[in-house]
């Protein structure tokens, strides 16, 4: 699977264009929206945003720093374009030395998503981060701050814009084929876990999770107020999964470990994403096989009682 590194340009005291929107602002906004959208499909992405750097040049310095630092595949950083003021569309483009097929599939979905001019993909060989990281690695410009029209189709379509650029980042087209699992388990899911969980007690924990350290990317961060159990300090919108797992085949260990993840496939919709699991369940009186985080039931395109596929956990040969 595909980790990405994905930073925000310029920096919290290196301010770069602004004019109908603020380039730093909005891209540490792109950034987390991104970066929580395929956190949902189950995609690893580490987020960066410089708050200490007094000058271009060690701003750039600590972002590129920051990305070779991490383990990934991908390094992307986010920017704003600017020219002149203006109340024509000014339209996106992204900026590549070394991958050129990428930088066009993003300027393309993200102008149509937008609504934007596609100003399409430009080779640069003059800019630090695209010469410095060591990983490939894009820049996108979302659009102008100084163009009315620009401005206006950004905030319309926000949402739209991030989703776009997930799907494109987070569809791993080189991935090896995927073999069944050691666990296997199809039939009907229901959701679970979270403040709003009231089929769980207020101190209920986890099966093979006892402590929030086990497994921070699955936890609010905080306890929710009356509550002292792990099942209802849960996020909701993270993407986690719970089945009766044979310990046998499958142990606690493994399924504590965040590397390991199930692949849950909706026959509803067709859709599938990759899930952590999280606890054991549901009995098997309910006659369902998985209860499931509801933000993957989101994702999925699922309601209780529809019918999912689970294996555990993926391989690739």
């Known amino acids: 699977m595909t980790a990405i590194a994905m930073s925000s340009g310029h920096g919290k005291l290196v301010r770069g264009a602004s004019g ?9 906004r792109m950034v987390e929206a991104v970066a929580a959208e395929l956190i949902s499909r189950g995609v ?17 310095e600590r972002i590129v720093n920051w990305h070779n630092a991490q383990q990934r595949d991908l390094d992307i950083s986010v920017h704003f374009n600017a020219y002149e003021t203006c109340d024509k569309p000014m339209g996106t483009e992204v900026l590549y030395v070394s991958q050129p097929e990428l930088a066009e599939d993003l300027s ?30 894009v820049l996108i410009e979302t659009c102008f701050v100084d163009s009315s029209v620009d401005a206006e189709l950004y905030k319309e ?8 650029i997930a799907d494109v980042i987070g569809y791993d087209e080189d ?33 093979f999770l ?35 797992w044979n310990y046998d085949m499958t142990d606690k260990e493994m399924l504590a470990d965040p590397h390991n993840y199930a692949q849950v496939f909706a026959k509803k919709t067709g859709r599938q994403a990759l899930a952590w699991p999280a606890d054991w369940g549901p009995h098997e009186d309910t006659g369902r096989v998985a209860d499931l985080s509801q933000g993957l039931m989101h994702r999925l395109g699922i309601d209780t009682d529809d019918e999912v596929e689970v294996i555990y956990p993926v391989k690739r040969k």
């Open 20 to 28: 109908y929107l603020d380039e730093v602002d909005e891209a540490r």
């Open 44 to 60: 690893m992405i580490n987020t960066f945003h410089d708050d200490i750097s007094t000058t271009q040049n060690e701003n750039l």
């Open 108 to 137: 393309a979905v993200i102008s149509e998503a937008g609504g934007f001019l596609d100003r399409g993909p430009k080779e640069r060989t003059d800019l630090y981060f695209l010469n410095n990281t060591n990983r490939p690695a």
């Open 157 to 164: 379509n926000f949402d739209d814009i991030c989703t776009a």
């Open 175 to 207: 991935a090896e084929e995927e073999d069944e699992g050691d666990f296997y388990a199809v039939g009907k899911c229901s959701w679970f876990g979270g403040p709003q969980d009231g089929g769980v007690s207020p101190d209920e924990g986890l099966a």
């Open 210 to 244: 006892y402590e929030y350290e086990d497994a921070p990317h699955l936890f609010l961060d905080e306890q929710p107020p009356n509550t002292t159990g792990l099942a209802r300090r849960l996020d909701p919108s993270r993407p986690y999964i719970a089945c009766r």
